[in-house]
């Protein structure tokens, strides 16, 4: 640095203070001078009033979205985030939102490069955070549901597999007619319930027959030997969104004077498709 009369010229690109620097300051008293109040870092909440489209709230910020559910646009599906907190980090032409819902507690980002912030591309779609207890309660109701070929209420979506299956302890003790296991399902409007395929090992001559009755009726298929994709329909859904309850018979078919072996297994396989 060199100091003129009339001028003080710089050279190199730092200038070096060796007096009152922060950390001077700090080391003589103790104390901090410097504050985020000091240099402007005052908390700032924007209230968002009426009906708030989330798409042109893009500068980056901390905002309560203090208006009803049914007034917030291009919020996450079917969630009530009124009077939740929005953060908003921009850079440039991207964008991030993460919203903090007060009704139920959730969580929800999303980001993107849309044209509101001089991008080229959209908004991705709003994902929500899940947390180990909400993930686990998903698994267990997923579990339950391969178990017990429960059908998803109004759900006609494709295609849904289950099986029941047992075994006979004590061969002599099976009679004909026996039924083996009992269950009960919900077929809906626009579903079928298929037979797909059986197998047991009961022996020559001896069935498995399934039956299944409803209130528009019956049907019964019996097994004699290993089979698979027969696509035999037992029963129709109704008619609209309502459900009919369906009563599904696994029982033994005796076809001779010999007893089933001792520990003899079977399973059924059902398809729940639409139709």
């Not at 109040?37 to 489209?53: P, Q």
């Not at 919203?99 to 959209?122: C, D, H, L």
């Amino acid at each position: 640095m060199i100091i003129n009369p009339n001028s003080i010229t710089t050279e190199g690109d730092q200038i070096l203070h060796t007096g009152n620097t922060h950390a001077n300051l700090h080391a003589k008293d103790g104390s901090d001078p410097i504050t985020p109040a000091s240099i402007g870092a005052v908390d700032v909440i924007i209230n968002l009033r009426g009906e708030v489209d989330l798409n042109t709230v893009v500068n980056s910020g901390f905002y309560r979205i203090g208006t009803e559910p049914s007034q917030v646009i291009n919020g996450p599906s079917g969630e009530n985030v009124g009077w939740g907190l929005l953060i908003v980090c921009r850079g440039v032409d991207t964008i991030g939102q993460i919203i903090i819902t007060y009704a139920t507690n959730k969580m929800f980002f999303r980001g993107g490069n849309p044209p509101e912030v001089g991008g080229s591309g959209t908004w991705k779609t709003w994902k929500e955070v899940e947390t180990p207890s909400g993930a686990q309660s998903k698994l267990n109701a997923l579990k339950q549901d391969i178990e017990n070929g429960t059908v998803v209420a109004g759900a006609a979506s494709g295609r849904r597999r289950f099986q029941i299956s047992g075994m006979v302890s004590k061969g002599n003790e099976v009679q004909s007619d026996k039924v083996l296991q009992r269950i009960h399902k919900r077929l809906y409007g626009g579903e079928e319930l298929v037979l797909k395929g059986a197998f047991h090992s009961f022996g020559p001559g001896h069935g498995l027959k399934v039956s299944v009755e409803n209130i528009l009726g019956s049907k019964t298929r019996t097994f004699y030997v290993e089979e698979h994709d027969i696509n035999y329909e037992l029963a129709t859904g109704p008619t609209g969104t309502s459900y009919n309850i369906i009563d599904i018979d696994v029982s033994f078919s005796r076809g001779g004077a010999s007893n089933p072996p001792d520990g003899a297994s079977w399973w059924i396989e059902f398809a729940i498709e639409s139709n």
